[in-house]
């Protein structure tokens, strides 16, 4: 359901097809392919209205930008340790509200989400860690609290004006190259840009940037596939910035970007 002009969910859209049927309403805040973000506060009022559970994939989004469970309304959150919050891979947050723990049962139990009282009966536990497994990566999940709690100490609203302006920075920079065209969508733009090469294969874009230590990813169609194919998009370059870029190094990227055009 994305708006036409702006490539975000479209509230209005959804408020009309989501009635008393709908138990589960889910969206991505943030999209790999591009820079939008969607209204998750707004998305989040359509679901209480209709009293549906709400689920927002938050892993590209917290960590560049401030996030309020209750603000936004969310019954749950999932989120990525190894994006924007800077921790390892392989760690992730879950953010389950308390008042619907009793609506959702763990696909899987152990004696970590459960206690075993009885040869035929189980009591799961009384908090999201009945999503837990008993093993886990400690030393990663530490890591994980430590990227947190940096994160916390430069401040989320002071990370977002940084980031927000840098991408914008970024944005404004290719735009103005020959043959570029950067590709992100949405009223409220995040840290991920994302952009074409005309004539140029975007594989050979990344591998000669990765050379001049320029670190940037492409998304393939298959990320994204409804999306992509209704813009017409196989592939995109994406160069996401973050608070500990400086001016100096988008200037360079743009620079190292306008030697490989045609």
């Not at 969607?38 to 559970?53: M, Q």
């Not at 938050?58 to 924007?84: F, H, W």
Request: charged letters at 25%.
């Amino acid at each position: 359901m994305p708006d036409d002009e702006t490539g975000q969910l479209s509230v209005e859209a959804l408020r009309q097809m989501a009635d008393d049927r709908v138990r589960l309403i889910a969206i991505t805040h943030v999209p790999t392919n591009g820079g939008l973000v969607n209204p998750a506060a707004e998305i989040g009022a359509v679901a209480r209205d209709v009293g549906a559970l709400y689920l927002l994939d938050a892993c590209q989004s917290v960590g560049q930008m401030p996030i309020n469970v209750n603000e936004i309304g969310c019954d749950l959150l999932s989120v990525t340790g190894r994006k924007y919050l800077r921790g390892p891979r392989g760690t992730g947050l879950l953010y389950v509200r308390r008042s619907v723990l009793d609506q959702l049962e763990p696909p899987l139990l152990d004696l970590h989400a459960a206690e075993w009282v009885a040869p035929d009966r189980y009591v799961l536990r009384d908090d999201a860690r009945r999503f837990e497994n008993w093993e886990s990566n400690v030393a990663a999940k530490l890591g994980l609290g430590t990227a947190i709690d940096y994160a916390l100490g430069w401040g989320m609203e002071a990370i977002w004006a940084r980031v927000a302006s840098m991408a914008e920075s970024l944005r404004e920079a290719l735009g103005a190259l020959p043959g570029v065209a950067v590709r992100d969508q949405g009223v409220v733009r995040c840290g991920i840009v994302s952009f074409t090469v005309d004539g140029v294969d975007l594989t050979a874009v990344r591998d000669s940037l990765r050379a001049q230590k320029i670190n940037v990813s492409i998304s393939p169609s298959e990320y994204t596939l409804i999306d992509m194919q209704a813009r017409g998009l196989p592939n995109v370059v994406r160069a996401s910035v973050h608070y500990y870029n400086t001016e100096e190094e988008i200037a360079r990227f743009c620079v190292a970007l306008a030697d490989l055009l045609p």
